[in-house]
């Protein structure tokens, strides 16, 4: 296969259905959170892997360009490796799917086992291929421009890193606590915004893009990090997890009163500690 984007495409077809098989035989659809990280990863290891095959090509970068390269490629492992262990540790603590896939299920029929291939497999994996674009056109590039692009995105990606991580680690202590079922998480990064792990993906996303610029990137695919703040923002991330917390945890109302939404800021005056 001579052109990398559609190399890149097939393998994610290919990473995502194994995802969908494993999901049938187990009957979860939720399995495809921890696949969701490692899969740019493997995006970014098929575009260097047919980068290197074709290294005696006349547009094939130095030797130079491919340890600058790393950069990317490390940001890119560093990040979808760790969400994914993450949510894998997380997805194998819980009995039963995750309530947004159990919905989906009851909304469908018979036949959901193969509908989620298409509604919910498929679909991540086209939605994974169209964001991780920058990283790989950055891959396949042999330019760079400012180095102020590598400069911000760098200090944007290890912000919206450590934001990630540790707002999952609080959270999965907190979680780990059975007096905590029905109580809200407003204590260390969460006393700042609602969502410190949706916001430090965002971070992480425009961070990638900036420094996927830096190698080369066209600025068009400026469409992979607002896709992702959407979806964070307003779909998948914020939108839905808020759509029926006030039901099930009693003092979000009051959290919602005194913490910011996404964007991390110091809480209200009159902020207390939820019980």
């Given at each position: 296969m001579n052109h990398p984007l559609l190399l890149s495409a097939c393998v994610v077809l290919i990473y995502v259905s194994i995802a969908w098989l494993i999901s049938a035989i187990i009957s979860r659809a939720d399995i495809v959170d921890p696949?969701?990280?490692?899969?740019?990863?493997?995006?970014?290891?098929?575009?260097?892997m047919f980068q290197s095959s074709n290294h005696l090509t006349a547009h094939s970068p130095t030797p130079g360009f491919l340890q600058l390269q790393n950069v990317l490629l490390l940001a890119t492992a560093i990040w979808g490796l760790r969400l994914g262990l993450h949510l894998l540790i997380r997805w194998l603590g819980e009995k039963h799917e995750?309530?947004?896939?159990?919905?989906?299920r009851l909304q469908g029929?018979?036949?959901?086992?193969?509908?989620?291939l298409?509604?919910?497999?498929?679909?991540q994996g086209l939605i994974m291929w169209i964001v991780s674009l920058p990283i790989?056109?950055?891959?396949?590039?042999?330019?760079?421009?400012?180095?102020?692009?590598?400069?911000?995105?760098?200090?944007?990606?290890?912000?919206?890193?450590?934001?990630?991580?540790?707002?999952?680690?609080?959270?999965?202590r907190f979680r780990r606590s059975t007096d905590n079922a029905e109580r809200v998480l407003n204590t260390g990064l969460w006393r700042y915004?609602?969502?410190?792990?949706?916001?430090?993906?965002?971070?992480?996303?425009?961070?990638?893009?900036?420094?996927?610029?830096?190698?080369?990137?066209?600025?068009?695919?400026?469409?992979?990090?607002?896709?992702m703040s959407?979806?964070?923002?307003?779909?998948?991330?914020?939108?839905m997890l808020e759509k029926d917390i006030r039901s099930r945890r009693p003092g979000y109302e009051e959290y919602i009163r005194q913490t910011s939404t996404f964007w991390p800021w110091f809480p209200s005056n009159d902020y207390t500690e939820l019980q």
């Open positions: 696949f969701w990280g490692p899969g740019f990863f493997v995006i970014a290891t098929t575009i260097v995750d309530r947004r896939y159990a919905a989906m029929n018979e036949r959901w086992w193969l509908h989620s298409f509604t919910v497999f498929w679909l790989q056109f950055a891959l396949l590039d042999n330019t760079t421009r400012s180095e102020l692009w590598l400069l911000v995105g760098v200090i944007v990606f290890l912000t919206g890193l450590c934001f990630e991580t540790i707002g999952d680690w609080q959270l999965a915004t609602r969502h410190p792990n949706y916001f430090g993906d965002f971070a992480v996303w425009w961070g990638l893009f900036a420094i996927s610029i830096h190698f080369g990137a066209p600025v068009w695919t400026v469409i992979s990090p607002l896709i959407w979806l964070l923002m307003k779909f998948s991330g914020v939108g």
